[in-house]
């Protein structure tokens, strides 16, 4: 017998049972061979590549309550998480404190004191907003991971950037955030971490390095910092550098490398952005995660010696 089609909005991804009810599918058909039980009361197309809020959104249709927290909102924020945290694909879910704990297969849950614009909705699915999700981690990161995921939330460029990106929430957010939960678990870590966040860091290495360089007496670089020069082609100025940090007093910009710089195509880039800098009388330096591992990372070393060589000197 040919089965029925699924709607088109739950043959993409995760579906409750009680969202296919209000879609008129029978209980029989969600029995059937091409749809796999993923938990009590939720499944998903066998052949299923879906990511995202298409994955987990049948967690928050199983009642009206369930929202999505802590590491499952901050990978639907894309915030980076430390790789011993990143490895742990449960879904966390929480209430509101004073109804049942979540309990299900490859669920974590959690009851959480939570005001009314603390739950947001994200293509459907409902989630702890950026800030909230800040404080959650606050509970199970140290400071330099929860500044790292702090920095993605708050990261915007403007539209002079190649680039250009809104902030999901802003510092004075999370300052709020932080403020309005005294008592919370992990508060501290976040007081701690919210005085280091800076607008402008596209990824955990770019604070890293930031925090790095500050933490060994340095002077802390400047994000989103744009160059500006003569463009190859000829006319009048434009921007033609986006460090990811930069110190322009001395004209040195810090580019960190991460794996898809080894690329043909990106290496070739990376080759005529260095001439550019020159060109324009700044210095690259490149960086890349061997110079930010251990606890004297090689970052440090590299750029003093190169602050130096452009006439900086220690107070």
């Not at 739950?10 to 296919?20: D, I, K, T």
């Amino acid at each position: 017998m040919r089965r029925a089609p699924l709607p088109p909005h739950l043959s993409a991804g995760s579906f409750s049972l009680r969202a296919a009810d209000k879609a008129g599918v029978t209980r029989t058909r969600t029995r059937a061979g091409d749809l796999v039980t993923v938990s009590r009361g939720i499944r998903m197309p066998l052949a299923s590549r879906a990511a995202g809020t298409v994955a987990l959104r049948a967690y928050t249709e199983l009642d009206d309550g369930s929202i999505l927290a802590l590491g499952s909102a901050a990978r639907l924020w894309k915030a980076p998480l430390p790789p011993w945290q990143g490895e742990d694909w449960r879904i966390h879910l929480a209430r509101r404190r004073g109804a049942s704990m979540p309990r299900r297969v490859n669920v974590v849950g959690h009851l959480l004191t939570l005001l009314p614009d603390e739950v947001v909705e994200l293509d459907g699915v409902r989630l702890t907003s950026p800030a909230r999700t800040f404080l959650d981690l606050a509970r199970m990161l140290p400071v330099e991971d929860l500044v790292a995921v702090a920095d993605s939330l708050v990261c915007e460029h403007g539209p002079e950037h190649p680039f250009p990106r809104r902030a999901l929430c802003s510092i004075a957010d999370l300052r709020g955030m932080v403020a309005r939960h005294p008592g919370s678990r992990g508060v501290r870590t976040a007081r701690a971490a919210v005085e280091l966040v800076r607008v402008g860091a596209d990824s955990a290495p770019e604070t890293q390095m930031r925090l790095a360089l500050v933490q060994a007496g340095l002077p802390e670089p400047v994000l989103n910092h744009v160059v500006w020069g003569q463009v190859e082609w000829g006319g009048g100025a434009a921007p033609v550098l986006w460090p990811d940090a930069a110190y322009p007093q001395w004209r040195l910009a810090l580019q960190y490398e991460g794996p898809h710089h080894n690329r043909d195509e990106q290496y070739l880039r990376d080759i005529r952005r260095a001439d550019t800098a020159a060109r324009s009388g700044w210095q690259e330096l490149r960086v890349s995660r061997f110079d930010l591992a251990g606890d004297r990372p090689a970052v440090v070393r590299k750029v003093r010696a190169a602050l130096e060589s452009r006439g900086w000197r220690p107070r």
